[in-house]
């Protein structure tokens, strides 16, 4: 039996009829469209559903989608909401620092450095390895990624 739920996804109101063993990560994708966040594992392992919830980065493949009625979300998506007619800082530092390769990675890893971010502008090396050890790159591109996100701290526009 489908539940109905309201939140905010992407700065903007949003309702939608759910069953209850949908996960987070099912109703962004299938339901609503929002293919940025990417299911690699489906158990919480390698990150790459990586979203925000309530200023948290969290694995939405873990998360029933009902966990998030009254609540906020953030995907990938979103940033162009942040900062329409250009990229944000940090997929320009991605960008800029090679920290883009297969890209599969790519969106959880700028979502958990943008809470990161969020809570600590201006974060030590130990601190944004600490934010991103929940997400697995494949290419192994991990020193491009963190100079990526020193980078976005240092903009100004973050």
């Not at 759910?18 to 390698?46: A, D, H, N, Q, S």
């Not at 530092?93 to 790519?106: L, M, N, R, S």
Request: one cysteine or more; hydrophobic letters at 40%.
């Amino acid at each position: 039996m489908k539940r109905h739920i309201s939140f905010i996804l992407n700065g903007g109101s949003m309702e939608v009829d759910v069953e209850p063993y949908w996960t987070l990560l099912y109703l962004l994708r299938e339901i609503l469209g929002l293919t940025g966040t990417k299911e690699g594992c489906g158990m919480g392992e390698c990150g790459s559903c990586t979203v925000i919830v309530n200023g948290k980065a969290i694995v939405s493949c873990l998360l029933p989608s009902i966990e998030v009625d009254q609540g906020e979300v953030w995907t990938v998506e979103g940033l162009s909401v942040v900062f329409p007619q250009e990229i944000h800082p940090l997929q320009e530092a991605f960008i800029e620092k090679g920290a883009v390769q297969c890209g599969f990675c790519t969106p959880g890893m700028i979502m958990s450095a943008k809470a990161l971010l969020d809570e600590k502008p201006n974060p030590t090396e130990e601190e944004i390895k600490t934010a991103i050890e929940g997400n697995l790159c494949r290419c192994g591109g991990y020193m491009q990624i963190i100079k990526a996100i020193k980078a976005a701290a240092e903009s100004k526009d973050q």
